[in-house]
C-alpha cells in the first residue's frame, strides 16, 4: 500500500495562488504517473493535471497556463502550482498516483485523503 500525504490546501481569494504537495511514503513503487484530479459539491471527480514517469505533462483546459504540476523524483513527491485561482476552482483536490512495485510487478492505482481549495470571490 503506498500512503499518500497531501497538503497545501486553504482558503484564498481570486486571483491568489496555492501549491499543493502529495508525498509517497515508498520508495519501492515504481511511479509511471502521478497527477491531481478535483472534485467539486454535484460533480464528477476530474482531472487536473498529470505527470508521467518520462516527464511528459499533462493539463485540463481549463486550468493550462494557470497551474504547473511538477515532480521530485528523488522525494517521490508531486507538486500542483496554483495561480490565478478563480472561484470555479474551489473543489476537493486528490493526489492519484499509479505504477508497478519494483517487486512484484503488481500494477496498481492509489489516492490522497483529499484537500480542500476554496476560492472566494
Known amino acids: 500500500q503506498v500512503q499518500l500525504v497531501e497538503s497545501g490546501g486553504g482558503s484564498v481569494q481570486a486571483g491568489g495562488s496555492l501549491r499543493l504537495s502529495c508525498a509517497a511514503s515508498t520508495s519501492a513503487f515504481i511511479f509511471a504517473f502521478m497527477g491531481w484530479y478535483r472534485q467539486a459539491p454535484g460533480k464528477q471527480r476530474e482531472m487536473v493535471a498529470g505527470v508521467r514517469g518520462g516527464g511528459t505533462t499533462n493539463y485540463a483546459d481549463s486550468v493550462k497556463s494557470r497551474f504547473t504540476i511538477s515532480r521530485d523524483n528523488a522525494k517521490n513527491t508531486v507538486y500542483l502550482q496554483m495561480n490565478s485561482l478563480q472561484p470555479e476552482d474551489t473543489a476537493v483536490y486528490y493526489c492519484?498516483?499509479?505504477?508497478?512495485?519494483?517487486?512484484?510487478?503488481?500494477?496498481?492505482?492509489?489516492w490522497g485523503q483529499g484537500t480542500q481549495v476554496t476560492v472566494s470571490s
Open positions: 492519484n498516483v499509479e505504477g508497478r512495485w519494483a517487486i512484484t510487478g503488481t500494477y496498481n492505482t492509489y
